[in-house]
T-cell receptor
Framework: DQQVKQNSPSLSVQEGRISILNCDYT??????FLWYKKYPAEGPTFLIS?????DKNEDGRFTVFLNKSAKHLSLHIVPSQPGDSAVYFC???????????FGKGTRLSVIA | KAGVTQTPRYLIKTRGQQVTLSCSPI?????VSWYQQTPGQGLQFLFE???????NKGNFPGRFSGRQFSNSRSEMNVSTLELGDSALYLC??????????????FGDGTRLSIL
């Protein structure tokens, strides 16, 4: 049973526009949420995170929004650039020394 | 600062064989976690090692095992390989025990193919 779901396997966006990647989770014990980006033949790279006490976290062009009641989070990239083309993974963990649970990823293509 | 190093990058084995993968974490990082990535299942947690002890284990059969050395380097072993073990195996390190939303730093993985 998937606890972290990224229902869109792929997304195409034009350069300069906003990219919105979505993630849903089922485990109400999750308190921490992270986004990773992965290029082909490379390992995932940490992008941005948010804890359950916040509903928004911003870092440059990247903003993550958390809606705890809906068990939903989203990653906004504004403006999108061709170099943002990659697979994006949503991950979550409960409090304590618990491992990350990953979604299956969304492949973002930013078209020039 | 050197990143997480995984060796080898590619491996081809046949069914029934065993394999050992190696991971050197970022200097000063004491936690090493292993993940399996397949197209159908995404990244799945295998286990975490900290201070040479396994701290957490995912839902994988006993054929998957690991260990950590005193210098924090870690190895993962898979015995009696099956076709379904073909995957990208990723290692991730962090300064302390994984958890509390602490980001982990990933290596580029070992691509294991079973024939």
């Amino acid at each position: 049973d998937q606890q972290v779901k990224q229902n869109s396997p792929s997304l195409s966006v034009q350069e300069g526009r906003i990219s919105i990647l979505n993630c849903d989770y089922t485990n109400s014990m999750f308190d921490y949420f992270l986004w990773y980006k992965k290029y082909p033949a490379e390992g995932p790279t940490f992008l941005i995170s948010i804890s359950s006490i916040k509903d928004k976290n911003e870092d440059g062009r990247f903003t993550v929004f958390l809606n705890k009641s809906a068990k939903h989070l989203s990653l906004h990239i504004v403006p999108s650039q061709p170099g943002d083309s990659a697979v994006y993974f949503c991950a979550a963990s409960a409090s304590g020394n618990t491992p990350l649970v990953f979604g299956k990823g969304t492949r973002l293509s930013v078209i020039a | 600062k050197a990143g997480v190093t995984q060796t080898p990058r590619y491996l081809i084995k046949t069914r029934g064989q065993q394999v050992t993968l190696s991971c050197s974490p970022i200097s000063g990082h004491r936690s090493v976690s292993w993940y399996q990535q397949t197209p159908g299942q995404g990244l799945q947690f295998l286990f975490e090692y900290f201070s040479e002890t396994q701290r957490n284990k995912g839902n994988f059969p006993g054929r998957f095992s690991g260990r950590q050395f005193s210098n924090s380097r870690s190895e993962m072993n898979v015995s009696t390989l099956e076709l379904g073990d073909s995957a990208l195996y990723l290692c991730a390190s962090s300064p302390d025990r994984a958890g509390y939303g602490q980001p982990q730093h990933f290596g580029d993985g070992t691509r294991l193919s079973i024939l």
